[in-house]
């Protein structure tokens, strides 16, 4: 099982980036998928979700807007379009399955490694 998470870098505010996230050794179509992201010295935190046929996505407050969270289940990839990017969204984002929907926000099956943005002011 691997999730691969790709995509991050260096932008300026109010700039544009597109993250990947590759899974593989799970049934994809079938996964329910999120993006988390933990800023230095703070808890990790919700960012977005979306369910396996991706009809439905739900986003937390201080990204709704500019961020877009979607699935390619040919290519088993998740992508988080970040747009209008602020200082405050530097953090290491990560992508996480699960099979469960029900389950607390933060209760993930699968993690990947994390990929860092960095936004400057």
């Known amino acids: 099982v691997q999730l691969q998470a790709s995509g991050g870098g260096l932008v300026q505010a109010g700039g544009s980036l597109r993250l990947s996230c590759a899974v593989s050794?799970?049934?994809?179509?079938?996964?329910?998928m999120g993006w988390f992201r933990q800023a230095p010295g703070k808890e990790r935190e919700f960012v977005a979700r979306?369910?396996?046929?991706?009809?439905?996505?739900i986003y937390a407050d201080s990204v709704k807007g500019r961020f877009t969270i979607s699935r390619d289940n040919a290519k088993n990839t998740v992508y988080l379009q970040m747009n209008s990017l602020k200082p405050e969204d530097t953090a290491v984002y990560y992508c996480a399955a699960r099979w469960n929907p029900r389950a607390a926000t933060d209760r993930y099956d699968y993690w990947g490694q994390g990929t860092q943005v960095t936004v400057s002011s």
């Open positions: 050794g799970l049934t994809f179509g079938s996964l329910h």
């Open positions: 979306i369910i396996p046929n991706g009809g439905s996505t």
